[in-house]
């Protein structure tokens, strides 16, 4: 073609055909290569789910919204919980270890995940199949009874208990649960057997311990304001110190017994988690915990600070996992399971 001469229109046609095509091969290969990095720049881009394996109301369950609603600003992303609860906390746990793992399903993992993977109500090896973000803050548990209890101390449940093996029945909040197993472990260190009664969370255990249906109840502080309000009477909390503010509570190692339960929330995501995500999610619930709006309202749940980012919570996993092959060969805790 001469200087000058306009090409044909057949011709600026092919040519720019081309150029479109060359630019579309870039395109494509630069997205091939680089997938999530371009995903990880705009996460959060859409709502995240959270998945509460607890019931509505509960400690556990107020907790982690309060968690959720701070983190949801730090995001800039509305954080939607999500209750499945039932079996221990364990259905929620599967739910959430079966989701896509792209940041959009997250969720609260139960400690006890460490005692169920080895009962075989979860079919998962906690150690290395979920992704760990942090863990949060603890529980106080403890033992309270209707105002109006026969039962004025813990020495008068124990009294009866080996006077009547089995009579005393006490509510918690599932069985192979935190609330449960604290139960048993209190009953062998005493030397007494109770009747548990099971419930799907802690909130319906309360309701019947308030209406006289069940003698004790064991759960974290769903108790607290029934306290307060003298319609129930704490008979001890199991941890290493009287919370502060039931301090006139004795622990059960100041009545004698060695034994502290804690049991820490936990959030984590399913497993392969892609890093950069994984790392915001870790930023994000990290500040969560240490601000004030949620030290306040784990302060009136009576749960304290037990922050850990999420390296260190998986290795923590790993410690409990070990101390749960012991517990449960010394409660006999698979024949319970069966038994129920």
């Not at 150690?127 to 039962?151: D, H, K, W």
């Not at 004025?152 to 449960?180: C, F, M, Q, S, W």
Request: hydrophobic share 40%; proline share 6%.
């Amino acid at each position: 073609m001469k200087p000058g001469h306009p090409a044909s229109p057949m011709r600026r046609r092919l040519l720019l055909g081309s150029a479109a095509a060359t630019a579309a091969a870039a395109t494509s290969t630069t997205s091939l290569l680089m997938p999530r990095v371009a995903h990880a720049a705009t996460y959060p881009d859409r709502p995240i789910t959270f998945i509460c394996p607890w019931p509505v109301g509960g400690t556990a369950d107020q907790s982690m919204r309060a968690l959720c609603q701070v983190a949801s600003g730090i995001l800039k992303q509305s954080i939607v919980v999500e209750n499945r609860a039932g079996a221990s906390g364990m259905i929620g746990t599967k739910a959430l270890a079966r989701a896509n793992p792209d940041g959009y399903t997250i969720g609260q993992i139960p400690i006890s995940v460490t005692r169920f993977s080895q009962l075989g109500m979860l079919q998962l090896d906690p150690r290395n199949e979920l992704t760990y973000l942090a863990r949060t803050s603890g529980q106080t548990f403890g033992i309270a009874v209707p105002a109006g209890s026969r039962f004025k101390t813990l020495a008068d449940v124990i009294a009866e208990a080996k006077a009547n093996p089995g009579r005393i029945t006490y509510a918690h909040a599932g069985i192979g649960g935190a609330t449960h197993v604290g139960m048993e472990q209190f009953a062998l260190a005493a030397g007494v057997k109770f009747n548990a009664i099971a419930y799907k969370g802690g909130s319906q255990a309360l309701q019947d311990v308030l209406a006289n249906q069940v003698d004790l109840l064991a759960d974290s502080s769903s108790w607290a304001p029934h306290v307060e309000a003298g319609k129930l009477r704490l008979l001890c909390t199991w941890g290493e110190q009287r919370t502060p503010r039931f301090k006139d509570t004795p622990t059960l190692k100041e009545l004698g017994y060695n034994l502290v339960v804690e049991a820490p929330n936990g959030i984590g995501a399913p497993k392969g988690l892609p890093a950069d995500i994984e790392k915001k999610l870790r930023d994000a619930f990290r500040d969560a915990v240490a601000s004030t709006e949620f030290k306040s309202v784990a302060a009136k749940l009576d749960a304290p600070i037990m922050y850990l980012d999420g390296p260190d919570y998986k290795k923590y996993v790993a410690e409990v996992y070990t101390q749960e092959t012991q517990l449960i060969q010394r409660l006999k805790l698979k024949d319970m399971l069966a038994q129920s």
